[in-house]
T-cell receptor, first 115, second 115 residues
């Protein structure tokens, strides 16, 4: 079965702290895609990153960075020097390669950044 | 421009009403999606349209009826809903090419309350 686990239900940090959101996935596929989305209180899901299974390079975008490790089936997301505007629910999602367009979402991690 | 628009933003309807949710994108995407999201849960896929044809129906009750009039528009017709159908309804779109996976871009959602 294919599954995405975000074990951290809620995380609370103080502004300027670094925080890592964990994502672990299960699959027997060799080709697949991983995503992170941010959902602020307004409700819209904002796309952050897509990673293909054959590309294990880590990625940095400003204060955001992603660590993809196939060996541990993890795709963790780190926010450096967190800000209040980072407060949101973050979803990790998985999609196997194939004809369907179905994303498998994790249960989400609620990040609260306190001023 | 990675914008998906949805109208209305909020909708309150009685169980005997008929209403429609609308979604529009101008990114040239050929896949469009409807999701339902309950509070503190990840989005659940309802329908997928690929090249204006319904490709996935996740066993959604017939009181929800999707329609894709053209490649830019997606509607969700609602009839005889139940209070448990109250949720945030999200529309999304993505590129479509067989064997590849592209990120989905989401609209701001319609908050539906069924009374």
């Amino acid at each position: 079965a294919q599954k995405v686990t975000q074990a951290q239900t809620e995380i609370s940090v103080v502004e300027k702290e670094d925080v890592t959101l964990d994502c672990v996935y299960e699959t027997r596929d060799t080709t697949y895609y991983l995503f992170w989305y941010k959902q602020p209180p307004s409700g819209e899901l904002v796309f952050l990153i897509r990673r293909n299974s054959f590309d294990e390079q880590n990625e940095i975008s400003g204060r955001y960075s992603w660590n993809f490790q196939k060996s541990t089936s993890s795709f963790n997301f780190t926010i450096t020097a967190s800000q209040v505007v980072d407060s949101a629910v973050y979803f990790c999602a998985f999609r196997p390669r194939g004809a369907t367009n179905k994303l498998i979402f994790g249960t989400g991690t609620l990040l609260a950044v306190q001023p | 421009d990675t914008e998906v628009t949805q109208t209305p933003k909020h909708l309150v309807m009685g169980m005997t009403n008929k209403k429609s949710l609308k979604c529009e994108q101008h990114m040239g995407h050929r896949a469009m999606y409807w999701y339902k999201q309950k509070a503190k849960k990840p989005p659940e896929l309802m329908f997928v349209y690929s090249y204006e044809k319904l490709s996935i129906n996740e066993s959604v009750p017939s009181r929800f009826s999707p329609e894709c009039p053209n490649s830019s528009l997606l509607n969700l017709h609602l009839h005889a809903l139940q209070p448990e159908d109250s949720a945030l309804y999200l529309c999304a779109s993505s590129q479509e090419r067989s064997g590849n996976s592209y990120e989905q871009y989401f609209g701001p959602g319609t908050r539906l309350t069924v009374t």
